[in-house]
């Protein structure tokens, strides 16, 4: 019959029983019978074993190899440790009730006197290798890809027994003991963790060398039956609404200016006419992002792909590293995400949350392609347990921080693309959206062809240019189409557009030409097209009045009417010197004077660019 070491209890001196119940009790003093209750259970152990140095893991690790333990001479030559050092620590171990020592009387030295581990103790102790992680990850993996969640498992109406669960699935399936005992209170710990475990839904290994930790793993069969966080029944899609801010974003600083105050912060007068100008973009949960994320994650990816600079004290807009994909929204998207960003940027320009690299993009569209829909925790979940399975971490200890930044990373890859329109979160489920499928049709994953044209006219058109757009049953190239070259009155069920000089004269600054707008408007107009909007599209643009202010402070125009205005009326001090009747040198702290001016006349303004 094998030693338990509860039966050995009484055997421990009255000080020794008083160190090891307070070592299982956190530090705190204890009665000594509290060992018996608490030295084999996941807590007790994981607390006995945390209290041996590096040396003395050592030894416990190698001796609990074989339910023979071994021999001092084989401890010596093994683990190369001096006789009188494994001696000490064999006393250790023997008082912490971990393994006993049997003396060899046949020889005089005690090479030959054997420590074993206790039975009970070695039955508990579960020491973990890289090959079992990997093995751990790919039954995670498979059973997150085929499981939807059936719920049936009871958890306990307990918040820390949910708590600890829900913890353990945002990091990935895998949490540090040390770090949970380190948070959670050691009563609600043992108690979550004796739950967990009967139930099948966690299992706890140990790592097999010094640092000494317990890991605690989530259990493949749990996955299909754990209750897995759900979205509203709502449905939430951005189309290309970030695009459209995007075009928003340059028209409004290429004409009014984005200024650094003294403190380097941008001024609010240019921020405030920005953040009201914007579009709403929805999160997964269908709450709307704050106007402050939308424009930092704009002007990030501008800055990144060279259309957003700072200069000075002002930022420098320019569309023409995306001149050429301005009427082609799927591709100018992939433009602007497709490549990963470089490792440092101006603070003014850093994204609002971390823009996920390529390889994760590709991951979860991938995902999204095999599986059509999918809860977005368990997306997560499921494409960082793939991920884990070929992580190559030098130490076993260090595979929890992995797993959970893993989990960061694929929160923010699944957030990022529904922001950029890319998926469709409806029913608690999400799947692609027409923008989605044209990215994974660029990135090779998926052989069909996004729905780019509606098949029915949904579009009214009024006389006086002011368009009804319905929210749903267009492409979203087709609202990227029209959207482009309109005003947003009201966003509402319908969105409420109108066709104005200043719309059109964006979109011409932008060189997105009318003829395409035209060709959209007719093709989904369900009432027939205002007689002269053919013709007030052409002589808005063809009358244009044009100003361009360079960095140098000089101001260009088509037509010298404007210069000669500005000289003979209020605006005569902002001009230093005329150097021809279309260009004059005027002064810097006048700008926005200016400006207001050639908006009087409805001007095309090119404020910095080149």
Known sequence: MR???????????????????????????????????KLTTPLGLFRVLQSLSDEEYRVFVEISKDASGSTMGQLETTLTLKRELIDAIA??????????????????????????????????????????????YRKLHETA?????????QIENNHNTKGLLDLLVRNGGIASLKELAATIEHKLLTISLNDLIQKKIITIAHTPKPPF??????????????????????????????????????????TFGLFLTQQGNFRKIDLDRILHALLPIENISGKKAGAGQIFQLCIHLMHRRNMAEIDDNSVHTSLAPVAQYLNQPDTLLFFLIAEDEAESHHPLLAPPFPVPRRENIQKILELLVSCEQIIPHKAVFTAAADSMQICRCDRIIDIPHTAKALMQDFSHTIQFLHFIGATIASHGRLSLSDIGIALAQKLKLHPGTSATKSP?????????????????GLSSRE???????????KDDVVIHAKITRQSILNAYKREMHIEEFSEALESLSKTSLPQNLSFMLKEWT????????????????????????????????????????????????????IVKHARRKDAIIRLFEE
């Open 213 to 254: 930790d317990a890991l605690v793993f989530l259990t493949p069969e749990a996955l299909e039956n754990i209750e897995w966080e759900n979205l509203p029944e709502k449905t939430s899609q951005n189309h290309y609404n970030l695009l459209l801010n995007i075009l928003l974003l340059y028209d409004i600083v290429s």
């Open 145 to 153: 890809r085929r499981a939807l969640g059936k719920n049936q498992i």
């Open 3 to 37: 030693k338990q070491s509860i039966d050995h209890i009484k055997k421990l001196g009255v000080a020794e029983r008083k160190s090891l119940a307070e070592i299982l009790s956190d530090g705190k003093k204890a009665d000594g019978s509290i060992v018996a209750q």
């Open 91 to 136: 006393n250790t171990l023997e008082k912490k009730l971990l393994a006993f020592v049997i003396k060899n009387r046949q020889h005089l030295h005690n090479k030959s006197d054997r420590l074993i581990p206790y039975e009970d103790i070695r039955a508990a102790f579960r020491p973990i290798e890289p090959s079992q992680i990997r093995d751990v």
């Open 456 to 472: 029915t006219k949904l579009v009214y058109i009024n006389p006086d240019y002011t368009v009804l757009i319905p929210r749903e």
């Open 542 to 593: 063809m009358q244009a009045m044009e100003v361009h202010i360079s960095q140098a402070i000089l101001i260009k125009v088509n037509h010298p009417s404007f210069l000669d205005e500005m000289q003979g009326g209020k605006l005569h001090h902002a001009i230093l010197e005329r150097l021809s009747p279309h260009v004059a040198v005027i002064r810097k702290d006048h700008i926005d004077e």
């Open 479 to 489: 609202y990227y189409m029209l959207l482009s070259r309109m005003e947003i009155v």
